[in-house]
């Protein structure tokens, strides 16, 4: 509970000092954005090409560890799992929800069901760093954009040294201990190792390349996104800077510093969107409404699916 406080003041200040220091209002970002049009299209992809496409991965990846799912229960599952994690810290708390929904729902394949949304989430993280990285020469300008270039190779350069950790590691569970402390943490362990095992007997070669097309789509469904309302504020942002400067800001908003992520992205938008010529009220303008769009829309949607499920297989998990 004190944790979660001090986040969610952590979260405040940030926005707080973002908009106090950059002189930012929320009348002033209204004033700017000026292609409705732009909005309509970009609210349509959360609602409908966005979500397929994400269950879609999701029964693939599933399929491909031997369980079978209907796209309707992932579809909602996934808005679900968006509502709840919007009260956890980073901008990934989703996929905590998700794991337990889909384990809940195929208790017997405990670990491999889970392991599909770790599977997922790993080359999702290694397609953005892929794309910030193929993207970077285009755009690329000296002293300018030396800071994201330093940035790009850490962060690949991060997630090699992590890949090769989740295939090279070895370890076994300790047997549960006597006491209840030491039972609980025995089973928490012997399931991170099911997980574990799962990502690493996943049938890659069978069924990576659909799986990174999968994701691919996904990925750049949000890049579209972000560009679309770039160009309702009437900046129109070039679509290769948007596929550098995206994935970046969408690594950032990982670390739990805040809750879902705010004052972060913010910050981070403002950052790197100033290296090419965004306005902040702008950049600030994008963000919130790129949260709106893709976190917001479907987090109500999920809590009304919550508030209305009164079915044991979907409500919300107890463990």
């Known amino acids: 509970m004190t944790r979660g406080l001090v986040k969610l003041a952590l979260t405040l200040a940030l926005l707080l000092a973002l908009f106090h220091l950059l002189d930012i209002s929320l009348a002033g970002i209204l004033d700017r954005l000026r292609n409705f049009g732009f909005v309509v299209v970009a609210a349509l992809l959360p609602l409908t090409l966005i979500p397929w496409v994400s269950a879609s991965r999701w029964s693939y990846l599933l399929a491909l560890s031997g369980i079978k799912e ?117 089973r928490a362990l012997q399931y991170l190792h099911r997980l574990h095992q799962a990502v690493q007997r996943f049938p890659y070669r069978r069924g990576l390349l659909p799986t990174v097309l999968w994701i691919a789509a996904f990925q750049l469904s949000l890049v579209t996104v972000v560009h679309l309302l770039f160009l309702a504020f009437d900046q129109p942002v070039p679509f290769v800077q948007n596929l550098l400067l995206y994935p970046l800001i969408g690594m950032l908003t990982v670390v739990p510093l805040t809750v879902s992520g705010f004052g972060v992205r913010e910050g981070a938008f403002v950052f790197f969107y100033s290296l090419v010529g965004a306005p902040a009220e702008v950049a600030v303008g994008v963000s919130l409404m790129t949260y709106l769009l893709v976190i917001g829309v479907p987090s109500l949607l999920g809590g009304l699916l919550l508030l209305f499920d009164r079915g044991r297989e979907s409500s919300i998990p107890r463990g």
Do not use: C
């Open 70 to 186: 209907r796209m309707t229960v992932l579809w909602g599952f996934n808005w679900k799992a968006t509502f709840l994690g919007l009260f956890l810290p980073g901008s990934q708390g989703m996929d905590f929800f998700r794991i337990l929904f889909i384990e809940r729902r195929h208790p017997g394949s405990r670990g491999v069901a889970g392991s599909t949304v770790v599977i997922e989430r790993m080359i999702g993280f290694l397609l953005l760093g892929l794309f910030a990285l193929l993207a970077l020469p285009f755009v690329y300008d000296g002293d300018r954009f030396r800071p994201v270039l330093v940035l790009v190779l850490a962060m690949d350069g991060g997630l090699v040294l992590l890949l090769l950790a989740v295939f090279l590691v070895r370890w076994k569970a300790p047997a549960p201990g006597g006491s209840r402390v030491a039972r609980m943490v025995g």
